[in-house]
Antibody, heavy 118, light 110 residues
Framework: QVQLVESGGGLVKPGGSLRLSCAAS????????MSWIRQAPGRGLEWVSY????????YYADSVKGRFTISRDNAKNSLYLQMNSLRAEDTAVYYC???????????WGQGTLVTVSS | QSVLTQPPSVSAAPGQKVTISCSGS????????VSWYQQLPGTAPKLLIH???IRPSGIPDRFSGSKSGTAATLGITGLQTGDEADYYC???????????FGGGTKLTVL
């Protein structure tokens, strides 16, 4: 069965960096686009970034452009999100999700919490 | 502020029907597929509807989706207390080249 397991969240100071990982299993990872989607405490969903299956197409939300970098390692069935220059407003649960054509997500991980605070 | 507009909350009695609207523009809903997600408290979102009106396997036919012009609608019939959740619509915005979500609608089954 499809599984997506995020890791790497935690407490970081403003201006700091964090790298999130998402381990995928149960499907051919290299066939699928993948996304990061976040949810601030008590707030709605906010799409962060997506990456094509071969990493040749990448998009970012304006709120993270220039600070976050999405990447993947198809040999390791893993998705990553490098987050730099973190701000308090980046505090959220970060979900990795498998993207399908037409921009929808059929499987989501359980999420990892990132807290940016001094 | 979300580009897609959803009502903050809706409510109905068990067994009744409810609809949740999602309003956008020609650059997003008007020219792209809409998907819907259910988020039960403390859990990850779950896909309910994709490509406007297609239910993934395992999603009961009590859930339905439709789209007309720049608006989409999620319908839920035969409401159950277990349907109490937050519901989100999502789509691609061709002008902004970003994915956008609605602000979410909290469903209360009275």
């Amino acid at each position: 069965q499809v599984q997506l397991v995020e890791s790497g969240g935690g407490l970081v100071k403003p201006g700091g960096s964090l790298r999130l990982s998402c381990a995928a299993s149960g499907f051919t990872f290299s066939d699928y686009y993948m996304s990061w989607i976040r949810q601030a405490p008590g707030r709605g969903l906010e799409w962060v970034s997506y990456i094509s299956n071969r990493a040749n197409t990448i998009y970012y939300a304006d709120s993270v452009k220039g600070r976050f970098t999405i990447s993947r390692d198809n040999a390791k069935n893993s998705l990553y999100l490098q987050m730099n220059s973190l701000r308090a407003e980046d505090t959220a649960v970060y979900y990795c999700a498998r993207e399908r054509g037409g921009h929808y997500w059929d499987f989501w991980g359980q999420g990892t919490l990132v807290t940016v605070s001094s | 502020q979300s580009v897609l507009t959803q009502p903050p909350s809706v409510s109905a009695a068990p067994g009744q029907k409810v609809t949740i609207s999602c309003s956008g523009s020609s650059s997003n809903i008007g020219n792209n597929y809409v998907s819907w997600y259910q988020q039960l408290p403390g859990t990850a979102p779950k896909l309910l509807i994709h490509e406007n009106d297609i239910r993934p396997s395992g999603i009961p036919d009590r859930f339905s989706g439709s789209k007309s012009g720049t608006a989409a609608t999620l319908g839920i019939t035969g409401l159950q207390t277990g349907d109490e959740a937050d519901y989100y619509c999502g789509t691609w915005d061709s002008s902004l080249s970003v994915v956008i979500f609605g602000g979410g609608t909290k469903l209360t089954v009275l």
